[in-house]
Every structure is written in C-alpha cells, then in structure tokens.
C-alpha cells in the first residue's frame, strides 16, 4: 500500500523532539472511546452489524471537515506489514491491527490525528504532540469530540457518561498518556519508586506501545486509569501540575548526578553505544533502542555533539521490524532484520557526521 510506504519513510511529526519539556518527555497523547447509540458493543456484535458501525463511520468522517487533510486504511484488507507499522507509529494499538472484521484507522497526514474504527469500541479518538502539549492537545480533541457529535449518536448516559466497552472507559472516556525518556533514572535505580508513586495516584505505567508491554529503550508511558467521577480538565491538569512536572524533576535531577558524580561512567555508557551501534554488524531492536536512549541522553546532556538529536529520534522509529522492511522493500526474517537494521544505522550514523 503506497501510503503506508510513504508513511514508514518520514518521521511523525510527534516524534520531533520539539515542545516543553522535550528532553524527557517524547510525546502527549489523548485519547476518547466513543460508541454509537442504538448499537451494541462489538463485543456482542454480529459480522452484520459491525460491518454497519463501520460503513456508517467511514462515511461521517470521511465526508466531515476535521481540519486537516484525513487518509483512511482498511485494517482488515490491510498487509500485516502495513498493519505493523502503524503500530509501530502508535497510530493503532496492537489489538487493532490483530483484531477480526471490518475495522479501520483515519489518520490525519501530519499523523498527529488517529480515529480508530472498530477497535475495542466503535470509535477511538486520538492526538498526538511531541512533547509536554496536554493543554493544547485537549483544546484540539475537545473540538473535534464537539464536530463529530454534530454528526454521530454517541452512547451516553445522564448518570455513568459516555458508555464504553470497557468499565474503566465509562464516564468522560479519556485516556490521557506521556511517553517519558527514563535513562539516568533506571541508571541510578530509582525507578521503582517512581512506578509506585504512579501507581498510588491510580496511574498506569506501561511500555513503549502502551498496554501489555514492557519499557524498551529507557521509555514509558504514564498514563490515567480512572476515567469516571473526574472531568477531563482536572484529569489533565493532575498531569500537568503534579504528575509530570515531578518525574521530569526527578529524571532532571538523577542525570545531573550523574553529571557530577560518574562523568566518567556517564561518558563511557554514551560512548560504548555510540561505537557499538557505529561498528555492529548484527542488532537487535531491543538492543537498538537501548543503545539510542544513551546517545539521547548524551546529546541532552552536551556529551555527544556529533549527531543531530532529530537522527536518533528518526532511527527510534525506522529500526523497528516493520519500518526496516518497508525500507529494504521486501520482507525479512528476524536474522536478516538484524543485519539490515546494523547496516542502516551504520548508514545513518556516518551521514549525520
């Protein structure tokens, strides 16, 4: 599918390494389930009805003006190599791209608007920024939820909210998310205590794609578990006041120490990536992403000068499996990924000095 192609060549606009806080914090992203009325949820949906939601979804917001320009996939007529690499991009989770049936994903060509079809509910609204921009994000979706009703019945009930399909969805429907880069922090071993303060503010933290998976690279994702008894201004204005703010102290904190106590030891963890991802003639992703989160580290920090910082935000993206084969233009098993993803990176890395 030629959009996926160009999709996996660029860089998400999320993934820029702009905005607040932008050493720490990677990406914001904010999310609402929303459900049809007069529907049931697809969990008790036969293929004739779901196949409804969806044509009746495609066709409202495909022919609304969203502000922007809007390109719609077919999930289940998709490639699983397409399907992987908007995963991979964070425009569909992975339940999306492994589900059954009609469903499908519009996202927007900046990709920082995704609106799943068919997901877990019937439709799934989504933006992402790069960096700490939660403020201006809600302005953004707050917007578009108010379009979309103009033209949708969604489920919703004077007592619980907006019905999900989930129970922790019920209410406002609002998933609000942080991806945070963590490396001096996992360094100095502290970060349990940040993982149990989350928890107690009945915070998740999860892995880089989110539910089900683990940090790779030095990245998490905090984001809010209850979504009913609270408006969506005070679940993100608890991010933005408390929540953030003290992990991105705490981070800040934990790499100047390092700075003053283990330059050394700081300096060798940037330089022994550095020289393994420039000579290494097999690479895993998990390794990958771990050797990139110290050369990030190390440009925040003014240890590494050598490379532009928006290099090894670029080649966080396309060294994963999916990226890496829309790149080689053909499909390869996991040795073959290894060699590529070595070969491309020593590429990379030569043509940003």
């Known amino acids: 599918m030629k959009m996926i192609d160009d999709i996996a060549k660029r860089t998400g606009t999320w993934l820029s390494g702009t905005g607040p806080m932008n050493d720490i914090v990677i990406s914001s992203r904010i999310r609402l389930a929303r459900n049809l009325a007069g529907f049931p949820f ?5 293929t004739g009805q779901r196949n409804e939601i969806y044509r009746l979804l495609y066709d409202r917001v495909m022919h609304t003006d969203l502000g922007c320009r809007i390109l719609f996939v077919d999930i289940e007529e998709a490639p699983e190599l397409d399907r992987q690499v908007l995963v991979e991009r964070h425009l ?7 589900g059954e049936g009609s469903r499908g994903v519009a996202v927007s060509d900046k990709e920082t608007l995704a609106l799943m079809v ?36 969604f489920a919703f009930h004077e007592q619980y909210g907006f019905l999900t ?13 942080v991806m945070l880069h963590l490396p001096a922090l ?48 005070d679940i ?32 060798d963890k940037i330089w022994r990536a550095y020289g393994t991802l420039e000579n290494a003639r097999t690479l895993s992703t998990e390794e990958t992403l771990y050797l990139l989160s110290h050369l990030r580290m190390g440009i925040h920090l003014g240890r590494l000068e050598t490379i532009p910082l928006q290099t090894i935000n670029d ?27 070595a ?10 000095n």
């Open 236 to 267: 993100i204005a608890e991010f933005c006041s408390i929540v953030i703010p003290k992990i991105v102290d705490y981070e800040r904190m934990a790499r100047q120490a390092l700075l003053k106590d283990r330059p050394t030891a700081l300096d």
């Open 343 to 352: 070969d491309y990176i020593r590429q990379r890395l030569a043509e940003s």
């Open 92 to 98: 569909i989770s992975r339940q999306h791209a492994e």
């Open 315 to 341: 080649l966080f993206i396309k060294a994963q499996p999916a990226h890496l084969q829309k790149i080689r233009g053909m499909r390869l098993d996991g040795e073959e990924r290894s060699v590529f993803r």
């Open 118 to 153: 068919n997901e877990e509910d019937h439709l799934r609204i989504q933006v992402l920024g790069s960096g700490f921009r939660l403020e201006q994000l809600w302005e953004r979706i707050d917007k578009l939820d108010d379009i979309l009703q103009q033209q949708l019945d």
């Open 165 to 177: 399909a989930c129970p922790t969805n019920v209410g406002t429907g609002i998933r609000v998310s």
């Open 186 to 233: 996992k360094l100095a071993g502290e970060l349990e205590k940040v993982s149990r303060a989350a928890k107690n503010m009945r915070l998740a933290v999860r892995g880089l794609h989110g539910e089900g998976t683990e940090a790779t690279g030095d990245f998490y994702q905090i984001s809010n578990q209850t979504t009913l008894g609270k408006s969506e201004k």
């Open 42 to 46: 697809l969990t008790k949906s036969d």
